[in-house]
């Protein structure tokens, strides 16, 4: 399986501390990006990360990419209930470039 | 942003039935759309890319007789589970691009066969 692997499962966190959820993935890569998916809904577009980028900000969005390590890391500062969500990254590489290749996925939970 | 509309949200077919699900690009045209499966709690799996005006292009192990793909317009790939069983209940996505690698999601489709 091409999956990569994200880490941790799940996070439970409190609102107003910041939330870092990492994914690993296993080949060469043209983009990373980051999901967001509400229990039972689709999914809403983050942040995408170029192969030649380290580091990208969108708001409270952090995003680190390692292509040495085959790694990505998105931190969500100052988290918020409605936060709540899973989270996914996903990578393309090569051919189509929106044909998508998924982590397993964090389920961030952010309590009051 | 470009918005993908996926319908129906939610079905609920019997044992043996066809069921089709509609994936729209309302505001680009899409020569290429993906569809997804996700079991609960789990990630997206890619289950096949759909081609407009050729066959659609499945992933190992997916079942081409079982899960037909039509992509006959620029802004439209359906999805029909032939001879639906429980085991093929989940939840189906499909994404679309207007260009680029970004991808834009349908809200999804949770199909239940009982």
């Known amino acids: 399986s091409q999956q990569g692997e994200e880490d941790p499962q799940a996070l439970s966190i409190q609102e107003g501390e910041n939330a870092t959820m990492n994914c690993s993935y296993k080949t060469s890569i043209n983009n990373l990006q980051w999901y967001r998916q509400n229990s039972g809904r689709g999914l809403v577009h983050l942040i995408l990360?170029?192969?030649?980028?380290r580091e990208k900000h969108s708001g409270r969005l952090r995003v680190t990419l390692d292509t040495s390590k085959k790694s990505s890391s998105l931190l969500i500062t100052a988290s918020r209930a409605a936060d709540t969500a899973s989270y996914f990254c996903?990578?393309?590489?090569?051919?189509?470039?929106?044909?998508?290749?998924f982590g397993t996925g964090t389920r961030l939970q952010v309590t009051l | 942003g470009a918005v993908v509309s996926q319908h129906p949200s939610w079905v609920i077919c019997k044992s043996g039935t066809s069921v089709k699900i509609e994936c729209r690009s309302l505001?680009?045209?899409?020569?290429?759309m993906f569809w997804y499966r996700q079991f609960p709690k789990q990630s997206l799996m890619l289950m096949a890319t759909s081609n407009e005006g050729s066959k659609a292009t499945y992933e190992q192990g997916v079942e081409k007789d079982k899960f037909l793909i039509n992509h006959a317009s620029l802004t439209l790939s359906t999805l029909t589970v032939t001879s639906a069983h429980p085991e093929d209940s989940s939840f189906y996505i499909c994404?679309?691009?207007?260009?680029?690698?970004?991808?834009?999601f349908g809200q999804g489709t949770r199909l239940t066969v009982v």
């Open positions: 505001d680009f045209q899409a020569t290429t």
């Open positions: 990360i170029r192969s030649n980028e």
């Open positions: 994404s679309a691009s207007p260009g680029g690698a970004k991808a834009f």
């Open positions: 996903a990578t393309d590489w090569g051919g189509t470039a929106s044909k998508l290749t």
